[in-house]
């Protein structure tokens, strides 16, 4: 079913139009030495906008990957000079979409892109069933962290 909906989402959805945005962001913030990180983010967040059905990014460390110390501090500047910007222009595609009956998987994903391009750096494309048991495993060890003390 994820195909379909992909399928669907790349040709009459904006997926294309999506990567498309993503992929040129990605260029442009490339072009400077402190963009690199941004950058790489937008390339990121634009194979996920072309296909963002069945998948979902989380947090790195639930994967078992290690942050970048100073992710925190970048995704605030993130929020700041594009993240608010991209969120409200997704979500404004969402509600438009929303309002038809067909387009409402189509907007679904537009909000999934909303959060995303909120604060994308530090997370990481999963498929759905690997996001449910990363933050299973969290949950636990976070359960096991508190108990112990």
Same mark, same amino acid.
């Given at each position: 079913?994820?195909?379909?909906?992909?399928?669907?989402?790349?040709?009459?959805?904006?997926?294309?139009?999506?990567?498309?945005?993503?992929?040129?962001?990605?260029?442009?913030?490339?072009?400077?030495?402190?963009?690199?990180?941004?950058?790489?983010?937008?390339?990121?967040?634009?194979?996920?906008?072309?296909?963002?059905? &069945?998948?979902?990014?989380?947090?790195?460390?639930?994967? &078992?990957?290690?942050?970048?110390?100073?992710?925190?501090?970048?995704?605030?500047?993130?929020?700041?000079?594009?993240?608010?910007?991209?969120?409200?222009? %997704?979500?404004?595609?969402?509600?438009?979409?929303?309002?038809?009956?067909? &387009?409402?998987?189509?907007?679904?994903? %537009?909000?999934?892109?909303?959060?995303?391009?909120?604060?994308?750096?530090?997370?990481?494309?999963?498929?759905?069933?690997?996001?449910?048991?990363?933050?299973?495993?969290?949950?636990?060890?976070?359960?096991?962290?508190?108990?112990?003390?």
């Amino acid at each position: 079913m994820a195909l379909i909906f992909n399928i669907l989402w790349f040709i009459l959805g904006g997926g294309f139009f999506a990567c498309l945005f993503w992929l040129f962001f990605g260029l442009i913030l490339c072009i400077t030495v402190i963009g690199i990180p941004f950058g790489i983010a937008a390339f990121r967040i634009a194979s996920f906008a072309a296909f963002p059905f &069945g998948k979902e990014l989380i947090d790195a460390r639930k994967v &078992g990957e290690t942050r970048i110390p100073t992710t925190g501090f970048v995704n605030f500047l993130w929020i700041i000079l594009a993240g608010l910007w991209l969120s409200i222009g %997704h979500i404004l595609a969402g509600i438009g979409l929303f309002v038809t009956i067909i &387009g409402i998987p189509f907007a679904l994903a %537009h909000f999934k892109l909303a959060v995303v391009s909120f604060a994308p750096l530090g997370k990481r494309i999963v498929s759905k069933d690997t996001a449910k048991a990363a933050n299973l495993r969290s949950a636990s060890d976070a359960v096991e962290k508190r108990f112990k003390n």
